[in-house]
């Protein structure tokens, strides 16, 4: 756990803070190919170092078993359903929520919110999902050693966080600008879904469509994004609240 946590915020921190500096000087603009590139590179971190972590380190199990764990899709349907629309459907009842309290408004066009979903979705699962592999492949089965489900999440959660905080000073990024405690509050919930889908199940596969459905849900509208305040902050208490009642429930079930 302690290679795969140093090598993946040495690679990340060290593409992101670089692209932070970049774009702030005016070197790099947000969606060129150099500033693309060290984005990747910083986001594909957890992936390949999960595998590199697991390889290098004496009883941490085999890259086949790891590899056995990313490609398990033999799960209950409901299951497979829920971590493919999990996100959206959190989505939507946050933006319900928020119109009730704060009067935000509902997307003008819910169909076309729901045919950018599927695109949006294939490329989240690259742009994203994979991440997991690390975060639920390494982390979470090495906390789960040592803790209860609840604190395995919260470790889980803040490390998350704290791994996206570059981004919040990247020029021309979604979350520039946004609350980062709203946003870690939002981790919280959102994690909780993926601890407990892979406590469940022990299928990296599910972890990483949930992760698609967050990023997808957010590009077509579905739910809130991080600047979009009062919505997200709504949206980030609904997430943390729903996110630990599931694993409070499951952790009396007896899972932990």
Do not use: K
């Amino acid at each position: 756990m302690r290679r795969f946590l140093m090598g993946t915020f040495t690679v990340t921190w060290g593409a992101w803070w670089a692209l932070a500096a970049l774009t702030a000087n005016g070197t790099l603009e947000a969606g060129g190919p150099a500033a693309t590139a060290l984005l990747v590179l910083g986001g594909s971190a957890p992936t390949w170092m999960a595998y590199l972590a697991v390889w290098r380190t004496p009883g941490a199990g085999s890259v086949r078993e790891l590899t056995a764990r990313v490609l398990r899709v033999r799960v209950p349907a409901g299951l497979l359903v829920g971590a493919v629309l999990g996100a959206a459907l959190l989505g939507l009842l946050s933006r319900a929520l928020a119109d009730v309290i704060a009067g935000v408004a509902w997307p003008q066009d819910p169909a076309g919110a729901a045919l950018v979903f599927v695109p949006a979705f294939a490329t989240g699962i690259v742009l994203g999902g994979i991440e997991e592999v690390g975060w639920r492949g390494v982390l979470q089965p090495a906390l789960r050693t040592r803790h209860g489900l609840v604190t395995t999440n919260l470790v889980i959660a803040v490390v998350w966080a704290l791994w996206h905080l570059p981004l919040f000073w990247v020029v021309g990024d979604p979350r520039q600008g946004a609350s980062f405690g709203l946003f870690a509050l939002a981790g919280l919930g959102y994690s909780a879904g993926m601890t407990w889908l892979y406590d469940r199940t022990g299928s990296v596969a599910l972890c990483v469509l949930f992760h698609a459905g967050i990023n997808a849900a957010t590009a077509a509208g579905l739910s809130f994004a991080a600047a979009d305040t009062p919505g997200f902050a709504v949206q980030a208490v609904v997430l943390a609240v729903l996110g630990s009642a599931l694993l409070m429930r499951r952790a009396r079930s007896g899972g932990g």
